[in-house]
C-alpha cells in the first residue's frame, strides 16, 4: 500500500509530484489531498487521539519521521561540556567573533547543543542585533491588517508545513497561529518582495527553536544577508545559483557533471527546493538541524557543498549513471535519494571535507552574471550583496556597544546625596582622622620658639666650628671683613640644609608618632 507524502515528515514529497520550491507551488503533488485530509486535525476532539502518539526528540510524532536510520547520540557528560562551552561563548560574543571566530565554526560543525541552539542561531545570524535595533517593530507589523492578497495563499500553506510536528499538527493552533504573524510581518515588512511559498518552511524551523519575534528577525536575515534575491518575483538569483552549483559540479565529479550535460537536465528541476528550503524539505532532520548549524555560520557555502555531496553520491559513479537511462530516471534518483548519503554523521564529514570556497563561489557568481547579462540582459531584481556567514554579517552590521563609564572605587548607599561637581567629596573616617592627628601635630610645632641661628650650627654636628652670633642681624658692612674664605662658605650651606632636613624628618617622625 502506497504511503502518503506526509508520512516522510519533513523529507521529499513523493515521487512524481511538481517540484517544490517555486512560487506558484510547494510541496503539491498527487497525494497532497490525503495529506491535507491528515493534517487537518485541529479540534481538541480529534487532536486528542492524535495526541495519544509518541513525540520524538524532535518533536515530531514517531512513525512519521523516526524511521529514517541510525541517529548520532551524543553522551550526556559530552553534551554538558559543549553546553558550558557554548554559554560562554554566547555571554562573551562579541569577545569570541572578534579573536575566536575559527573556535565558533568548529564547534558548529560539531553540532550546537538543542538546548542552546535557538539562542545561537539568534546571535550566528544577526538576528539578536536586529531586535536590538528595532523595539518593537514586529509589534507593529503583527497589529497591522496585512494585503489579503498575501493573507489568503498564506492561510492556505499553513498546515503543509510539517504536519506531523507537534506545533503544526492541529490546525488552527499556536504553531500555525505564529506561523502565520510571522509571514505576514514579513510581507509588510518588504511589500515589494512579499510572500514566497518556500519561506513558509524556513520559518516554521525557526519557529521550533525561539518564538514568534525572534524568528520573524532571523527570517529577515536569512531572506536579506545569506540568500538575498531567492523570494523575489522572478526568482533570478536562485537561476544564477543553479548555474554556479552546475559548474561547480564539473570540478567535483565530472561524471555527474557530464551525465547530466548529457541528459539536458536544467538545475533548477532538482535544487530549487534544495536551497529555497536550506534542505528542510529533503534531509532526515538531524542532518537538517547540523546543515543549518553550518549554514548560519558559514553562509551559503554550505548549502552549495551539501548540493555537491548529494549529486556526487547519487550520480557520481558509472554504476549508479547507468541506472538512469534518462531525464525521467534522473530527477527521480535525486528526489528519493539514498538514506546512507543523508546519514547525519557521514554528510557532516563530507560537507566539512568538500573543498568548494566562498571565493570559488564569488568568482563563479561574476562569470554567470556576466553570461545572463550577455544572454538575456540586466536582472530585473536588485538584490543586495550576499553576506558568507556569522564574520561578514557582523562586520556589515556591529551591534550596540554599551558606553564605556568608570567604575568609581568609593561607593556610596543608594539613598546617599551626590556630591556636586565643585564640592569636594567627603573623604571616608580613616582619612579624616588621620588629618585631624596632623593638623594637632603641626599646631604644638608652631608654638614652640624657633631655635637660633647658633642651634643651627651647633646641630650641624662637626661641620664647622661653633661661633657666638648675635639674635639681631649685623649689618652688612659689619659682616664684609669676617666673611670666611670662599671654599668654606659651601660645608657651612650644606650643613645648614642638612640640618634643615633634620629638622624637618624629625617633625615628620613626630607627627606620624
Same mark, same amino acid.
Given at each position: 500500500?502506497?504511503?502518503?507524502?506526509?508520512?516522510?515528515?519533513?523529507?521529499?514529497?513523493? $515521487?512524481?509530484?511538481?517540484?517544490?520550491?517555486?512560487?506558484? *507551488?510547494?510541496?503539491?503533488?498527487?497525494?497532497?489531498?490525503?495529506?491535507?485530509?491528515?493534517? *487537518?486535525?485541529?479540534?481538541?476532539?480529534?487532536?486528542?487521539?492524535?495526541?495519544?502518539?509518541?513525540?520524538?526528540?524532535?518533536?515530531?510524532?514517531?512513525?512519521?519521521?523516526?524511521?529514517?536510520?541510525?541517529?548520532?547520540?551524543?553522551?550526556?557528560?559530552?553534551?554538558?561540556?559543549?553546553?558550558?562551552?557554548?554559554? %560562554?561563548?554566547?555571554?562573551? +560574543? %562579541?569577545? +569570541?567573533?572578534?579573536?575566536?571566530?575559527?573556535?565558533? &565554526?568548529? &564547534?558548529?560543525?560539531?553540532?550546537?547543543?538543542?538546548?542552546?541552539?535557538?539562542?545561537?542561531?539568534?546571535?550566528?545570524?544577526?538576528?539578536?542585533?536586529?531586535?536590538?535595533?528595532?523595539?518593537?517593530?514586529?509589534?507593529?507589523?503583527?497589529?497591522?491588517?496585512?494585503?489579503?492578497?498575501?493573507?489568503?495563499?498564506?492561510?492556505?500553506?499553513?498546515?503543509?508545513?510539517?504536519?506531523?510536528?507537534?506545533?503544526?499538527?492541529? &490546525?488552527?493552533?499556536?504553531?500555525?497561529?505564529?506561523?502565520?504573524?510571522?509571514?505576514?510581518?514579513?510581507?509588510?515588512?518588504?511589500?515589494?518582495?512579499? !510572500?514566497?511559498? $518556500?519561506?513558509?518552511?524556513?520559518?516554521?524551523?525557526?519557529?521550533?527553536?525561539?518564538?514568534?519575534?525572534?524568528?520573524? +528577525?532571523?527570517?529577515?536575515?536569512?531572506?536579506?544577508? !545569506?540568500?538575498?534575491? !531567492?523570494?523575489?518575483?522572478?526568482?533570478? $538569483?536562485?537561476?544564477?545559483?543553479?548555474?554556479?552549483?552546475?559548474?561547480?559540479?564539473?570540478?567535483?565529479?565530472?561524471?555527474?557533471?557530464?551525465?547530466?550535460?548529457?541528459?539536458?537536465?536544467?538545475?533548477?528541476?532538482?535544487?530549487?527546493? +534544495?536551497?529555497?528550503?536550506?534542505?528542510? &524539505?529533503?534531509?532526515?532532520?538531524?542532518?537538517?538541524?547540523?546543515?543549518?548549524?553550518?549554514?548560519?555560520?558559514?553562509?551559503?557555502?554550505?548549502?552549495?557543498?551539501?548540493?555537491?555531496?548529494?549529486?556526487?553520491?547519487?550520480?557520481? *559513479?558509472?554504476?549508479?549513471?547507468?541506472?538512469?537511462?534518462?531525464?525521467?530516471?534522473?530527477?527521480?534518483?535525486?528526489? *528519493?535519494?539514498?538514506?546512507?548519503?543523508?546519514?547525519?554523521?557521514?554528510?557532516?564529514?563530507?560537507?566539512?571535507?568538500?573543498?568548494?570556497?566562498?571565493?570559488?563561489?564569488?568568482?563563479?557568481?561574476?562569470?554567470?552574471?556576466?553570461?545572463?547579462?550577455?544572454?538575456?540582459?540586466?536582472?530585473?531584481?536588485?538584490?543586495?550583496?550576499?553576506?558568507?556567514?556569522?564574520?561578514?554579517?557582523?562586520?556589515?552590521?556591529?551591534?550596540?556597544?554599551?558606553?564605556?563609564?568608570?567604575?568609581?572605587?568609593?561607593?556610596?548607599?543608594?539613598?546617599?546625596?551626590?556630591?556636586?561637581?565643585?564640592?569636594?567629596?567627603?573623604?571616608?573616617?580613616?582619612?579624616?582622622?588621620?588629618?585631624?592627628?596632623?593638623?594637632?601635630?603641626?599646631?604644638?610645632?608652631?608654638?614652640?620658639?624657633?631655635?637660633?641661628?647658633?642651634?643651627?650650627?651647633?646641630? $650641624?654636628?662637626?661641620?664647622?666650628?661653633?661661633?657666638?652670633?648675635?639674635?639681631?642681624?649685623?649689618?652688612?658692612?659689619?659682616?664684609?671683613?669676617?666673611?670666611?674664605?670662599?671654599?668654606?662658605?659651601?660645608?657651612?650651606?650644606?650643613?645648614?640644609?642638612?640640618?634643615?632636613?633634620?629638622?624637618?624628618?624629625?617633625?615628620?617622625?613626630?607627627? !606620624?608618632?
Amino acid at each position: 500500500m502506497a504511503k502518503s507524502s506526509g508520512e516522510n515528515g519533513p523529507r521529499a514529497p513523493a $515521487a512524481g509530484g511538481s517540484l517544490s520550491g517555486t512560487r506558484e *507551488s510547494l510541496a503539491q503533488g498527487p497525494d497532497a489531498a490525503a495529506t491535507d485530509e491528515l493534517s *487537518s486535525l485541529g479540534s481538541d476532539s480529534e487532536a486528542n487521539g492524535f495526541a495519544e502518539r509518541r513525540i520524538d526528540k524532535f518533536g515530531f510524532i514517531v512513525g512519521s519521521q523516526g524511521a529514517e536510520g541510525a541517529l548520532e547520540e551524543v553522551p550526556l557528560e559530552v553534551l554538558r561540556q559543549r553546553e558550558s562551552k557554548w554559554l %560562554d561563548m554566547l555571554n562573551n +560574543w %562579541d569577545k +569570541w567573533m572578534a579573536k575566536k571566530h575559527k573556535k565558533i &565554526r568548529l &564547534r558548529c560543525q560539531k553540532g550546537i547543543p538543542p538546548s542552546l541552539r535557538g539562542r545561537a542561531w539568534q546571535y550566528l545570524s544577526g538576528g539578536k542585533v536586529k531586535l536590538q535595533q528595532n523595539p518593537g517593530k514586529f509589534d507593529e507589523l503583527d497589529m497591522s491588517p496585512g494585503d489579503p492578497k498575501w493573507l489568503d495563499v498564506i492561510e492556505r500553506d499553513l498546515h503543509r508545513q510539517f504536519p506531523f510536528h507537534e506545533m503544526f499538527v492541529s &490546525r488552527g493552533g499556536h504553531g500555525q497561529q505564529d506561523l502565520f504573524r510571522v509571514l505576514k510581518a514579513y510581507t509588510l515588512y518588504r511589500p515589494e518582495e512579499g !510572500y514566497c511559498q $518556500a519561506q513558509a518552511p524556513i520559518a516554521a524551523v525557526l519557529l521550533m527553536h525561539m518564538p514568534a519575534e525572534q524568528a520573524f +528577525w532571523c527570517l529577515v536575515q536569512i531572506c536579506e544577508k !545569506y540568500l538575498p534575491g !531567492y523570494y523575489s518575483e522572478k526568482l533570478e $538569483a536562485i537561476q544564477l545559483d543553479g548555474e554556479i552549483l552546475f559548474s561547480l559540479l564539473q570540478k567535483v565529479s565530472p561524471v555527474a557533471h557530464k551525465h547530466l550535460s548529457r541528459q539536458k537536465i536544467d538545475p533548477l528541476l532538482y535544487m530549487t527546493e +534544495w536551497f529555497m528550503c536550506a534542505f528542510a &524539505r529533503t534531509l532526515p532532520w538531524s542532518s537538517v538541524l547540523r546543515v543549518w548549524d553550518m549554514f548560519f555560520c558559514e553562509g551559503v557555502k554550505i548549502i552549495f557543498r551539501v548540493g555537491l555531496v548529494l549529486l556526487k553520491h547519487a550520480l557520481g *559513479s558509472p554504476e549508479k549513471v547507468k541506472a538512469c537511462q534518462g531525464q525521467y530516471e534522473t530527477i527521480e534518483r535525486l528526489r *528519493s535519494l539514498s538514506p546512507k548519503i543523508m546519514q547525519e554523521a557521514f554528510l557532516v564529514q563530507e560537507v566539512v571535507e568538500l573543498p568548494v570556497t566562498e571565493r570559488q563561489i564569488e568568482r563563479e557568481h561574476l562569470i554567470q552574471l556576466r553570461r545572463w547579462q550577455e544572454t538575456r540582459g540586466e536582472l530585473q531584481c536588485r538584490s543586495p550583496p550576499r553576506l558568507h556567514g556569522a564574520k561578514a554579517i557582523l562586520d556589515a552590521e556591529p551591534g550596540p556597544r554599551p558606553a564605556l563609564q568608570p567604575s568609581p572605587s568609593i561607593r556610596l548607599p543608594p539613598d546617599a546625596p551626590l556630591p556636586s561637581s565643585k564640592a569636594k567629596p567627603k573623604p571616608p573616617k580613616q582619612v579624616q582622622k588621620e588629618q585631624r592627628k596632623r593638623t594637632k601635630a603641626s599646631g604644638q610645632l608652631d608654638k614652640t620658639p624657633a631655635p637660633n641661628q647658633a642651634m643651627v650650627v651647633a646641630a $650641624a654636628g662637626d661641620a664647622c666650628p661653633p661661633q657666638d652670633v648675635s639674635p639681631k642681624d649685623p649689618a652688612p658692612q659689619d659682616l664684609a671683613p669676617q666673611d670666611p674664605a670662599p671654599q668654606d662658605s659651601a660645608p657651612q650651606d650644606s650643613a645648614h640644609h642638612h640640618s634643615q632636613e633634620s629638622l624637618t624628618s624629625q617633625e615628620s617622625e613626630d607627627t !606620624y608618632l
